[in-house]
C-alpha cells in the first residue's frame, strides 16, 4: 500500500511558475513508477507527465513538453512537478500517481495502482 499526498498547487499568473510535490508513504516508493494527471471541470483525467523507477526514462503530454519537469527524490520518497510559463488552460486538479505495473506506458489512468488526492493550480490571464 502506497499513500500519497500532493502540495504546492494554488494560483498564479499566466507565464508564472509553480512546483509541486509528492509525497509517498508505505511501501516500497523506490518500485514504483511515478506520474502526474490532471483534470479540469467537465474534462476526463489526462496524463501530464511521468517518472520511471528509476528515474532515467520521462514522459510528457505534448502539451506540456518543455514546459513542465518531473523529477524524483528516491531517498525522501518524493516527486516533483516543475511547472513553468503557466497558460490558462493549465488550470486544473493535479494528481499524483503510483504504478507497479511492468511494461506500463505511463500514460493511461488504469495503469495507475495508487492516487493522491489531487491540488488545485489556477493559471490566470
Known amino acids: 500500500q502506497v499513500q500519497l499526498v500532493e502540495s504546492g498547487g494554488g494560483l498564479v499568473q499566466a507565464g508564472g511558475s509553480l512546483r509541486l510535490s509528492c509525497a509517498a508513504s508505505?511501501?516500497?516508493?523506490?518500485?514504483?513508477?511515478m506520474g502526474w494527471f490532471r483534470q479540469a471541470p467537465g474534462k476526463e483525467r489526462e496524463f501530464v507527465a511521468a517518472?520511471?523507477?528509476?528515474?532515467?526514462?520521462?514522459y510528457y503530454a505534448d502539451s506540456v513538453k518543455g514546459r513542465f519537469t518531473i523529477s524524483r527524490d528516491n531517498a525522501k520518497n518524493t516527486v516533483y512537478l516543475q511547472m513553468d510559463s503557466l497558460k490558462p488552460e493549465d488550470t486544473a486538479v493535479y494528481y499524483c500517481?503510483?504504478?507497479?505495473?511492468?511494461?506500463?506506458?505511463?500514460?493511461?489512468?488504469?495503469?495507475?495502482?495508487?492516487w493522491g488526492r489531487g491540488t488545485q493550480v489556477t493559471v490566470s490571464s
Open positions: 500517481a503510483a504504478t507497479g505495473t511492468i511494461m506500463a506506458t505511463m500514460r493511461r489512468v488504469n495503469e495507475y495502482d495508487y
Open positions: 508505505g511501501h516500497s516508493f523506490s518500485m514504483y513508477g
Open positions: 517518472i520511471s523507477w528509476s528515474g532515467r526514462r520521462l
